[in-house]
């Protein structure tokens, strides 16, 4: 067994202190149980191998990457291990864990302004893969990125809940892990709902976005996503922190935005089986001031 063997089959875990209504069960895929620490363990890994595969990249090639924080470290530790260098492109409003961790990995950091967001971070990526000759996953537009998540994440959640899943709840960042989801489930049982979550206006939600139509992932289908929830910062603060109080679950904030619409699903139904993905662990958050 090697690192890349302990990605995935992470645990589904219920979810009983927060949910308002017992007729209807509410899981959390655990996603931080990945060895580096959240669900893009998963597309990084994808990504990386099957670019190796194709004859893209070989050992000692340079690779660059815009990230807003768990994509980079998966990439870090993927990258790293198989002879590849990389280098990150992020927000300089990263916490002090996401760019310690991305560095002893032994990636190469450049950070950007924060008030131009990853945005800006995506645009100096595809500088230096076009001025420089890096080479750029692209997670943003790599098919690889939706794939891992159609063959693993997937399938994984129909065995889990025995083929019982009625919704499906995800944060949508580069909307890999939804659109894989999505295309795997809806192939088992055109019924089951798909739910993404996005910060409301205003909002600053790590990890989760409302993009503008041009920097809109290329990987995103609209049809594939029955319905689109709203979170805001401080609901998915409310429930990052209850998550860890009343479930014993240490998560990141998108994952407390994802568990809040989970909640909001709930109330709606009568009967059902939420599943709703814990990207990451929270311990990357504790320099922050998401728990208080």
Same mark, same amino acid.
Not at 9 to 29: A, E, F, R
Not at 65 to 73: D, F, P, R, V, Y
Not at 147 to 162: D, L
Not at 175 to 203: A, F, H
């Given at each position: 067994?090697?690192?890349?063997?302990?990605?995935?089959?992470?645990?589904?875990?219920?979810?009983?202190?927060?949910?308002?209504?017992?007729?209807?069960?509410?899981?959390?895929?655990?996603?931080?149980?990945?060895?580096?620490?959240?669900?893009?363990?998963?597309?990084?890994?994808?990504?990386?191998?099957?670019?190796?595969?194709?004859?893209?990249?070989?050992?000692?090639?340079?690779?660059?990457?815009?990230?807003?924080?768990?994509?980079?470290?998966?990439?870090?530790?993927?990258?790293?291990?198989?002879?590849?260098?990389?280098?990150?492109?992020?927000?300089?409003?990263?916490?002090?864990?996401?760019?310690?961790?991305?560095?002893?990995?032994?990636?190469?950091?450049?950070?950007?302004?924060?008030?131009?967001?990853?945005?800006?971070?995506?645009?100096?990526?595809?500088?230096?893969?076009?001025?420089?000759?890096?080479?750029?996953?692209?997670?943003?537009?790599?098919?690889?990125?939706?794939?891992?998540?159609?063959?693993?994440?997937?399938?994984?959640?129909?065995?889990?809940?025995?083929?019982?899943?009625?919704?499906?709840?995800?944060?949508?960042?580069?909307?890999?892990?939804?659109?894989?989801?999505?295309?795997?489930?809806?192939?088992?049982?055109?019924?089951?709902?798909?739910?993404?979550?996005?910060?409301?206006?205003?909002?600053?939600?790590?990890?989760?976005?409302?993009?503008?139509? @041009?920097? +809109?992932?290329?990987?995103?289908?609209?049809? %594939?996503? /029955? #319905?689109? &929830?709203?979170? *805001?910062?401080?609901?998915?603060?409310?429930?990052?922190?209850?998550?860890?109080?009343?479930?014993?679950?240490?998560?990141?904030?998108?994952?407390?935005?994802?568990?809040?619409?989970?909640?909001?699903?709930?109330?709606?139904?009568? @009967?059902? +089986?939420?599943?709703?993905?814990?990207?990451? %662990?929270? /311990? #990357?958050? &504790?320099?922050? *001031?998401?728990?208080?």
């Amino acid at each position: 067994m090697n690192i890349f063997d302990l990605i995935g089959n992470t645990p589904l875990v219920d979810i009983s202190q927060v949910n308002p209504n017992p007729k209807v069960k509410i899981l959390g895929k655990l996603e931080g149980q990945n060895p580096a620490g959240s669900v893009k363990d998963r597309p990084a890994y994808a990504m990386i191998k099957n670019a190796l595969a194709r004859g893209d990249i070989k050992p000692g090639n340079q690779l660059v990457e815009a990230t807003s924080g768990n994509t980079g470290i998966a990439l870090a530790m993927v990258a790293q291990t198989l002879g590849l260098h990389i280098t990150l492109i992020m927000p300089d409003n990263s916490t002090a864990e996401r760019v310690k961790a991305m560095e002893a990995y032994g990636a190469n950091l450049i950070l950007t302004p924060a008030a131009k967001t990853i945005e800006y971070s995506r645009e100096v990526a595809e500088d230096m893969a076009a001025r420089e000759g890096y080479y750029m996953l692209n997670q943003f537009g790599n098919p690889d990125n939706y794939q891992a998540h159609y063959t693993s994440t997937g399938p994984e959640i129909w065995r889990g809940t025995h083929g019982k899943v009625t919704h499906f709840v995800s944060a949508m960042g580069t909307t890999g892990t939804i659109m894989g989801v999505s295309r795997y489930l809806k192939e088992q049982n055109p019924e089951v709902q798909i739910v993404g979550t996005q910060p409301s206006e205003g909002s600053n939600i790590p990890g989760i976005r409302r993009w503008s139509p @041009e920097y +809109l992932p290329q990987i995103y289908e609209p049809s %594939r996503v /029955d #319905r689109l &929830l709203d979170i *805001s910062e401080s609901e998915a603060v409310t429930m990052t922190r209850r998550l860890a109080k009343e479930e014993g679950i240490l998560a990141g904030m998108s994952s407390g935005g994802a568990l809040h619409a989970a909640c909001q699903l709930a109330q709606e139904l009568e @009967e059902g +089986l939420i599943v709703f993905i814990v990207c990451d %662990r929270g /311990d #990357r958050y &504790l320099s922050s *001031s998401l728990f208080g």
